[in-house]
């Protein structure tokens, strides 16, 4: 027999303490959202060193309302306090916080957040009926969202770094090819390409309302026309090997029925096609996701808030969730769709893996 545990009074602070940090995540995370919705942060980069008045005469908004933010910002230690009223943004905190085209933008994270936690009142339903919610649940914020977190990176790296580390693939965009993103929510990375490529026809295709609507205003303000979003629901990608470079950025997972998206890509492509799956750096066993990811318990949870409540909101839903899809996975469900070559790149992402499929 065993000794009952005992309780630990400094055991029991520290765990209290633990838990109140996540409280204190969530509020400061909505202080974030604040901050990026109101223009806070760019104002506070462009202005240097200011007081709560000087910030609030520059953003047009309330002094008593700027100053508790600020003070919240300063005791989350994402701005500076100089003293004497004064606040700053650092270097770092401003391409982070201010910059949406830098790389290092996290602010767009952050973006719907309201419409992620008001899904919370929907999914103790989920948990009873096992059914999820699909994307369009966020509303057409929740598409903007996805394209703000995920578009700095697409920006940045995916035409000079991705494109040219694949076998063949950018004379062929150069010459004039076929190319699909599928999964292609506001269309950023399509976008990224087709100005880049413009001999070359892409299409985009996705089943969000939301996301196709951004990607059409995305297309308009772009000015591009070599560009077509079509609704997969009702318009699925061609069985026809007409597709020279299938794309697919972070929805694998996200998918009901990810096997049958495999197989049609494959009758998409041209025998001499090229698939490249971007898609999170998972691990093959939750044991190494727990100990090797450093963001795990965001990663699960927002697999429960929608990746893997979207993978579930059809019935027989797949239901991989964010961390479901790793490389093993990926090998096994790629040969099982008819594809013959699998080849994992090292692009220093730091959420994403990049594989290239080819049949
Ligand atoms: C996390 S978002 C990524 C969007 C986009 N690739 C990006 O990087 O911004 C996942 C997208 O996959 C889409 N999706 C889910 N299942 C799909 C399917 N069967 N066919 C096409 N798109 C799908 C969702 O609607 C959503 O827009």
Redesign the pocket.
């Known amino acids: 027999m065993t000794d009952p545990p005992t309780l630990d009074m400094d055991r029991l602070k520290e765990f209290v303490e633990h838990v109140y940090g996540f409280l204190e995540g969530g509020v400061v995370s909505g202080m974030i959202y604040l901050g990026d919705r109101l223009g806070l942060y760019q104002a506070l980069r462009d202005a240097g060193p200011v007081t709560s008045e000087q910030l609030a005469q520059r953003t047009g908004l309330h002094e008593r309302w700027v100053r508790e933010w600020l003070r919240c910002q300063a005791g989350a230690k994402l701005v500076a306090y100089l003293g004497d009223g004064r606040f700053a943004l650092s270097v770092e905190a401003g391409l982070v916080l201010a910059e949406e085209n830098s790389p290092a933008f996290a602010a767009g994270g952050f973006h719907s957040l309201p419409q992620q936690f008001a899904v919370l009142e929907r999914l103790p339903e989920a948990f009873k009926t096992g059914r999820g919610l699909?994307?369009d649940a966020f509303g057409p914020e929740g598409?903007v969202g996805?394209?703000r977190f995920?578009?700095p990176w697409?920006r940045t790296f995916l035409v000079p770094l991705v494109l040219p580390a694949l076998d063949g693939v950018v004379p062929k965009l150069e010459r004039g090819a076929q190319v699909a993103?599928?999964?292609?929510?506001?269309g950023?990375?399509l976008l990224e390409m087709a100005r880049a490529y413009p001999r070359s026809a892409f299409h985009g295709?996705?089943?969000?309302v939301h996301?196709l609507e951004r990607a059409a205003a995305n297309q308009a303000a772009a000015g591009v026309s070599n560009v077509t979003f079509h609704d997969?629901r009702h318009d699925p990608l061609p069985a026809d090997g007409r597709f020279d470079l299938v794309t697919s950025?972070?929805?694998i997972h996200?998918?009901?029925?990810p096997d049958a998206?495999m197989r049609a890509v494959r009758q998409a492509l041209k025998a001499d096609g090229t698939w490249v799956i971007a898609d999170i750096n998972a691990k093959p066993t939750f044991e190494e996701n727990l100990e090797r990811n450093p963001v795990v318990a965001m990663m699960y949870g927002m697999s429960v808030l929608s990746c893997m409540s979207?993978a579930l909101s059809e019935p027989g839903g797949a239901g991989l969730g964010t961390l479901g899809f790793s490389e093993p996975l990926a090998r096994e469900m790629t040969a099982a769709a008819g594809f013959t070559r699998f080849r994992r790149h090292h692009f220093d992402n730091p959420v994403n893996a990049y594989y290239e499929v080819r049949p």
């Open positions: 699909p994307y598409a996805i394209e995920l578009a697409f993103d599928v999964g292609c929510g506001a950023v990375a295709y996705d089943i969000s996301a997969a950025f972070d929805c996200d998918m009901t029925h998206v979207s």
